[in-house]
Structures are given as structure tokens and as C-alpha cells.
């Protein structure tokens, strides 16, 4: 039996009874809300402290010298180390690099039903045409929604965080977040202003495609003007078409995007999984600074021909989508897919503040939190991109 059929020897959910501390109950229909935070809940410390991350120097092996051509923060008096070799991120291609990036046969691109609230850059005229973000925001309530969609299928890299950090930086500017949690096998609501899915194994990427197939929300809730964050799986379920189990499997085609272990003729040695850091420098129509994250796919992603919108960032290191134009990532509209985990918004609090902006129009400026100004700086300085 598939996971998102009614299971008939499960019996229906029942109100719950109300807590005993006289809390809100769950309505079961609008998912799981958050543990709510404290009102007052502030940065811990001043803005104006920016305390130094120090890296902890890994003890270095018999005959061997500590991280070889990196430097830790803690050796930043010290002259570099001599690198006995070039930091190795990644296995080394098993074929050559040109047969990676083969012409893509043509497809048809899918139909324009998104609406282009983000500019696309080879399209500067809809800059003028882009609604007025404090008009959308009249229109919502007031508490924003986000929605985790199947945290246990698509939130094995911890991208639930994701929703913790949108949660709070509304919380910290006075206004009212709720994150519905939306278990797999439940109906996804169609209300929310910000819908968020996360990485996860084949499997599990699988199952959670045929579910989001089968509702439709997402889809109806984008043509609405929600904000869309899908990461890595979530990137390629919202696309086009992805890879698992030894097949294609069709995604929501909410953007314009497909996915394949490798675009090399179907004899060629798969590419390697791609596991580590990844640093991009995000489209300049966004406005954001550098993004950081984590990657762990053997999915390889490009646009189809024709398709809106626009790569999310030019990667700087790492591998992100695999095409040859060194890119990570898609944009079109309101949704944003990327390879980035981390969780990307708590390392990268602009792009949640950018996503919050979409739905609410300009918010107060939002400083830090120290800590993470601090911790971005570290890792830019360990991986030897700052
Ligand atoms: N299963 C997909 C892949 O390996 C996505 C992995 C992930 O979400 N980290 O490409």
C-alpha cells in the first residue's frame, strides 16, 4: 500500500483534548505548530560583541601535518604550512570532464504559471512589473505559516532548521510565525505563506514526490505568490524530472530544471557523489551576500531549454548543479531551489530575510546574530575563500 493512500486500519485523527495548561489545541488540519518561543526572546549578547571563532586545531596524525594547504583560524599568526599536496574535496572524476556536459536534448519548457516576483536578469523589464511586496503582505494574515513539508522524508540533513530560523527572525522583529509541520501521508495545506522541503535519500525522495504530486498545494499555493525554499531532494522533486532506484521520476515541474546521476552517454562511469563544503556567489539580482552550505548528492541538475528564471549562484567551491556554467541552484518566481544544505538559512540569515521580504515587503533591519556573523566568517577564512 502507498504511503499516501487512506490507510483503512488507521483510525482518523481525533481532536485532541485540550492541553492542561489551557494552550491552544493542535488543529490536526493545520499541521503541527511549533513550540512556541518566548515573545521577549533577544539575541543573546550585544550586537556590538562579535566574539572570534576559534577552529579547534585537529591533532595531527604520526608523520603527518595538521589539514594539509588549509589554515585554521587558530594558525592565522603563523605562516601557511607547506601543503604536501592540494586539499582533495572530492573523488576525482572517473571520466573526463567534457563528456560530463554533453548538449541536452531538447524538451519543451514547461508552462509559464509561475509568477515572476524575483527579476530574472535576462528579462530586466519585469523589474517594473513586480508587485509591491507590502501589498501581498496586506492580503496574508498575520501570523506568517511555513510549512516543513515531510520533515521524516526530506529532512535527513537537518534542513528543518530552516524553519526554526525563519521563525525566529520574525520573532525577534515582533511579528508571529507558526511552522506547520506537514507528516507524510497528510494532506499538505494549500494557506501557507512559505513552504520549505528539505534533502533526503532516493527512497524517501520518491515517496515524497508522489505525494506532493497527488496534492497539488504547492503548486496552487505558489500561483498564489507562497515563497518556495527546496533543498538538494527538495530542489529535485520541485523540477522537472529526477533519478532514483534505476529510474526518472517525474517531479512537480514548479521549476524548470531536470535531473540526472550524470548527462554522459548512458555507457559512461557514473560521476562521483559530491559530499562536502560548498560556497556560491548568489545571482547579483538577488542582492545577497555569499552563500555557504553543505552538499551530499549524486544528482546532477540543469535547466531545460527555455525554462524561467535564472541560476541561483555561480559556485565558487564545490559542485552545486554539475553543468558546465559552474552554477548552483534555480530561481523563477518565488521559488528557490538549491543544493545547500547547512541548514542554508542559519548560515546565511540574508537569504531567509530575503525570503521573509517576499512575503512581508521591506522588513527592520536585522543584524547577526553575532554568532553567526562570526561563524561565517571562520568558515570562509577555513575553506580559503576570504
Ligand atoms: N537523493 C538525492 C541525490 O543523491 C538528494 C540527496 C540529498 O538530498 N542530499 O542526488
Redesign the pocket.
Known amino acids: 500500500m502507498s504511503l499516501f493512500e487512506p490507510d483503512p486500519r488507521r483510525p482518523r485523527p481525533q481532536p485532541p483534548a485540550p492541553p492542561p495548561d489551557g494552550t491552544q489545541p493542535v488543529d490536526p488540519s493545520r499541521g503541527h505548530p511549533h513550540p512556541a518561543y518566548p515573545a521577549d526572546e533577544r539575541y543573546p549578547g550585544r550586537p556590538d560583541q562579535r566574539p572570534e571563532l576559534a577552529l579547534p586545531r585537529r591533532p595531527a596524525q604520526p608523520g603527518q601535518s595538521p589539514q594539509p594547504g588549509r589554515r585554521h583560524s587558530a594558525d592565522r599568526d603563523q605562516p601557511p604550512a607547506p601543503a604536501a599536496h592540494p586539499p582533495q574535496r572530492y573523488s576525482s572524476p572517473q571520466i573526463p570532464q567534457r563528456q560530463l556536459f554533453q548538449p541536452a536534448s531538447p524538451r519543451s519548457a514547461p508552462g509559464g504559471r509561475l509568477p515572476a516576483l524575483l527579476p530574472d536578469p535576462s528579462d530586466r523589464s519585469l523589474a517594473d512589473r513586480l508587485p509591491q511586496p507590502m501589498e501581498v503582505a496586506a492580503a496574508r494574515e498575520s501570523t506568517t505559516r511555513i510549512a516543513l513539508i515531510y520533515p521524516e522524508l ?1 529532512g ?2 537537518g534542513d528543518g532548521g530552516n524553519a526554526t530560523v525563519l521563525t525566529q527572525r520574525l520573532r525577534w522583529r515582533g511579528l508571529s510565525a507558526e511552522v506547520v509541520s506537514v507528516p507524510a501521508g497528510e494532506p499538505v495545506p494549500a494557506g501557507c505563506d512559505i513552504y520549505l522541503l ?5 527512497e524517501p ?1 520518491t515517496l515524497a514526490a508522489e505525494g506532493l504530486r497527488r496534492n497539488k498545494a504547492i503548486e496552487h499555493a505558489v500561483t498564489g505568490g507562497a515563497v518556495v525554499l527546496a ?4 530542489y ?1 522533486v520541485i523540477g522537472d524530472s ?1 533519478p ?1 532506484g534505476g529510474e526518472i521520476h517525474r517531479g512537480l515541474g514548479l521549476i524548470g530544471v531536470e ?1 540526472r546521476r550524470s548527462f554522459d552517454p548512458p555507457d559512461a562511469p557514473l560521476p562521483p ?1 559530491v559530499v562536502g563544503d560548498i560556497v556560491i556567489e548568489p545571482d547579483p539580482a538577488l542582492g545577497l551576500p555569499t552563500v555557504l552550505g553543505y ?5 546532477r541538475t540543469r535547466s531545460l531549454p527555455g525554462a524561467s528564471g535564472f541560476p541561483f549562484g555561480r559556485v565558487v567551491l564545490g559542485l552545486g548543479n554539475g553543468t558546465a556554467d559552474g552554477t548552483d541552484g534555480w530561481v523563477a518566481g518565488r521559488v528557490i531551489g538549491t543544493y545547500l ?1 547547512g541548514p542554508v538559512l542559519a548560515q546565511n540569515p540574508a537569504l531567509a530575510d530575503l525570503m521573509l521580504s517576499l512575503v512581508h515587503g521591506s522588513l527592520p533591519e536585522l543584524h547577526g546574530p553575532p554568532e553567526v556573523e562570526a561563524l561565517r566568517a571562520a568558515r570562509l577564512r577555513a575553506l580559503q575563500v576570504a
Open positions: 526530506l535527513t540533513y528539505g534533502g533526503g535519500e532516493d525522495q533543498v538538494c531532494a527538495g529535485q529526477f532514483a535531473t557523489r552538499e551530499n548528492h549524486g544528482g544544505h
